[in-house]
């Protein structure tokens, strides 16, 4: 995250870009340029930024929402169960499923040798 504030706070103020604003705002604009990069920061500074962004990155992968998407309609399902759903392997539904629960979205238990998975309470996002 660092580097992001790092590249924000580094770039030089775009001409073009400064003359965007004073057509849309109506008044020189070269001053609030950095007032959106203090907002930008203050933005990747919040404390929800870091888990907010982790879960919509677990959330980008369209077998991972499907996962999560088919948790939502069955309270729980073991990896065997996902992987006849999905088509993958043991092995990738077993990564994918790190990942979200890595992120908060899931919860895993085990019982003997088969992984159960089910939504957390509370996952921070409108799953489809």
């Not at 959330?59 to 759903?85: F, G, H, M, P």
Request: aromatic share 4%; glycine share 6%.
């Amino acid at each position: 995250m660092s580097i992001c504030i790092n590249m924000i706070m580094a770039a030089k103020p775009d001409p073009a870009l400064v003359e965007r604003l004073e057509r849309l705002g109506g008044e020189d604009s070269s001053g609030c340029v950095p007032e959106y990069r203090d907002l930008a920061e203050e933005v990747l500074r919040t404390p929800d930024f870091p888990g907010a962004l982790k879960r919509i990155k677990a959330l980008a992968d369209a077998n991972r929402l499907l996962a999560v998407a088919l948790l939502k309609r069955r309270s729980e399902l073991c990896a065997c169960e996902i992987q006849a759903a999905t088509g993958l392997t043991h092995a990738t539904v077993s990564h994918h499923m790190s990942i979200l629960a890595d992120a908060g979205i899931i919860s895993a238990r085990r019982e003997g040798k088969w992984m159960y998975y089910r939504l957390a309470e509370t996952t921070g996002v409108r799953i489809p």
